[in-house]
């Protein structure tokens, strides 16, 4: 089976003839940065890196609404905009057509690896919590949903837009094998919102994006940071098929989220905690995942980025357990 067929074995619960292997976050740059002082022959660039360890080759395109023009927020989490009136000024650095361009032959130029199998592809649209957070920033969006609602609906409805023109180019062009919405809509002890909340403001534009997407057979995920189980059955109500990354620090659970949904699709959930403890601590945590692998669905993978304080030693360690864990 190909790198590709491997990936499309998992997420539709078929048997692959090997569990893909992947880093699926971009490398943290400050580990790379102590792989690199130890050993100068490890490369920096993330593909490299992949041929370096023998990981699966996969490409992500990340389609941002903002142009490089667009204003930033003068710190992590401030507004961008306060008003509707600074929206509409804004604009014309928003959902920009040559992002589209540049993305048209960015997949025309992956289309025939894509196509032999050498690589899995996957995209990432800026979801209907996550966007209209980077533009009003993290209070202001939160109370966005009461003082603001007409402009929380105005920026998702104009987001919609430009992910269906998104759509149309991605489409005629090839299909994904599975795409994510960048929300980050939980933290340690569950969602940012309510569900009326989310039923009024995100629900309904997901309804209208999801089925374009399945009707491809790109599997849809949902990219949200933190204790996710709780939101399952929300993105399910909306057609969302799985999530990452299943971070382990939060309390989530894989083996608890396959007992309570069979086929829900899930990548990530490994504590990357545990990876600068040695191998029997290495080895344990995957012991701890096996049910969740041996299920399907399910493509076991750092829960967001290796940290810092793993070295090339122990993350060697780390895949070559892999292999062995995870041995069809």
């Known amino acids: 089976m190909s790198n590709r067929d491997n990936f499309l074995a998992v997420l539709n619960f078929e048997k692959p003839e090997r569990m893909p292997m992947i880093e699926w976050a971009s490398f943290w740059d400050k580990t790379v940065d102590n792989w690199r002082k130890a050993n100068p022959n490890c490369p920096f660039n993330s593909k490299e890196l992949f041929r370096f360890f023998g990981l699966d080759c996969h490409e992500q395109f990340w389609i941002s609404p903002r142009s490089p023009k667009c204003p930033a927020a003068k710190s992590y989490g401030s507004p961008i905009i306060t008003t509707k009136k600074e929206y509409n000024e804004i604009k014309k650095h928003l959902y920009p057509e040559k992002v589209l361009k540049d993305l048209e032959n960015c997949l025309k130029s992956i289309k025939e690896a894509h196509t ?4 899995a592809i996957w ?9 209209p957070r980077t533009l009003l920033g993290i209070e202001n969006h939160l109370y966005s949903f009461y003082d603001e609602p007409d402009l929380l609906i105005e920026i998702n409805s104009d987001l919609t837009a430009f992910h269906k023109r998104t759509l149309e180019t991605i489409y005629s062009i090839l299909s994904p094998d599975f795409m994510t919405f960048a929300e980050d809509m939980s933290y340690n002890n569950g969602p940012m919102l309510s569900k009326e909340l989310y039923d009024e403001f995100i629900k309904p534009f997901y309804d209208k994006i999801v089925p374009l997407i399945k009707r491809h057979g790109t599997k849809v995920f949902i990219d949200t940071d933190g204790q996710v189980e709780p939101l399952i ?5 909306c057609g969302i098929e799985g999530c990452l990354p299943l971070e382990r620090m939060a309390g989530v659970d894989v083996n608890r989220i396959r007992k309570n949904y069979p086929r829900w699709l899930m990548i990530g959930g490994y504590d990357k905690t545990v990876m600068s403890k040695g191998k029997e ?19 076991p993978a750092v829960d967001h980025q290796t940290p810092p304080d793993v070295s090339e030693e122990d993350y060697r360690t780390f895949l070559r357990l892999f292999k062995e864990m995870t041995a069809i």
């Open 281 to 299: 601590a290495i080895k344990k945590e995957f012991l701890r995942l096996l049910p969740a692998i041996e299920s399907g669905g399910f493509i």
């Open 233 to 237: 059955s929300w993105f399910l109500s």
């Open 116 to 119: 032999r199998g050498e690589t």
């Open 123 to 131: 995209y990432t649209l800026e979801g209907f919590f996550w966007f």
